[in-house]
T-cell receptor, first 112, second 111 residues
């Protein structure tokens, strides 16, 4: 089955700087890669996703890149703000399949 | 617009008991997935239902079962509770079997 590795597990960034979180996956059949943000005690919230037919997707301060050959994808957050502090999870699935496989999460702390 | 709703919010049970968790998907969504999230870890897939049929099952024992109703709401049942079943149980809603939106979860504590 699919295995998703995520790093770093914790990341502290000065407000206004950029943050990068990286994930690797094992199943070459995976073609859908969402990112979720989870604040303490709240639901995972979808922030961006990418399908394997594109290499990069951007939404305001958030971008995701995908390298299918290397089987890794990354989340980039620019101009970080205190409200970006949360745990971020990457995930992978075969789009239209039933199962999202999640990474272990990255706790991002934005230092004011 | 209403998002995914789950009930109850919190639940405390003792070992050996049975529990039923409920989920209502986003209006118009036909698929519901269930995940277990242990503290400090990512969600683990339990089940997915689409149009009342089971579409997938994760690596969980037969003590876990689920069903989906004609109105697309869903129940997750866990029998013979163990201490290790303590977790946040998340329901995710999707239009078909694609992009999944999570509910607030049910926090289950087994004593």
């Amino acid at each position: 089955g699919e295995n998703v590795e995520q790093h770093p597990s914790t990341l502290s960034v000065q407000e206004g700087d950029s943050a990068v979180i990286k994930c690797t996956y094992s199943d070459s059949a995976s073609n859908y890669f969402p990112w979720y943000k989870q604040e303490l005690g709240k639901r995972p919230q979808l922030i961006i996703d990418i399908r394997s037919n594109v290499g990069e997707k951007k939404d305001q301060r958030i971008a995701v890149t995908l390298n299918k050959t290397a089987k890794h994808f990354s989340l980039h957050i620019t101009e970080t703000q205190p409200e970006d502090s949360a745990v971020y999870f990457c995930a992978a699935s075969n789009f239209g399949n039933e199962k999202l496989t999640f990474g272990t999460g990255t706790r991002l702390t934005i230092i004011p | 617009d209403a998002g995914v709703t789950q009930s109850p919010t919190h639940l405390i049970k003792t070992r050996g008991q049975h529990v039923t968790l409920r989920c209502s998907p986003i209006s118009g969504h036909k698929s519901v997935s269930w995940y277990q999230q242990v503290l400090g870890q990512g969600p683990q897939f339990i089940f997915q239902y689409y149009e009342k049929e089971e579409r997938g099952r994760g690596n969980f024992p037969d003590r876990f079962s689920a069903r989906q109703f004609p109105n697309y709401s869903s129940e997750l049942n866990v029998n013979a509770l163990l201490l290790g079943d303590s977790a946040l149980y998340l329901c995710a809603s999707s239009l078909f079997t694609d992009t999944q939106y999570f509910g607030p979860g049910t926090r289950l504590t087994v004593l």
